[in-house]
């Protein structure tokens, strides 16, 4: 899948960290790290109703 978006978000210090630490646990980047999560969120409603139809 082609990323042609890109997402600025502001975080605390702390949870900066959290996220280095655990890109660096896993071996990967942070935004690695952020695409798995979102990669585990419901599908957008109007993906849903292609994929049912």
């Known amino acids: 899948m082609?990323?042609?978006?890109r997402l600025n978000?502001?975080?605390?210090?702390?949870e900066l960290l959290q996220l280095e630490q655990e890109a660096k646990r896993?071996?990967?980047a942070v935004?690695?790290?952020v695409r798995a999560w979102i990669a585990k969120l419901?599908?957008?409603?109007?993906l849903q109703l292609t994929?049912?139809?």
């Open 42 to 46: 419901p599908a957008p409603k109007l």
């Open 9 to 14: 978000i502001r975080v605390s210090d702390y």
């Open 26 to 28: 896993r071996g990967l």
């Open 31 to 33: 935004s690695d790290v």
């Open 2 to 5: 082609a990323r042609e978006r």
């Open 51 to 53: 994929i049912d139809d």
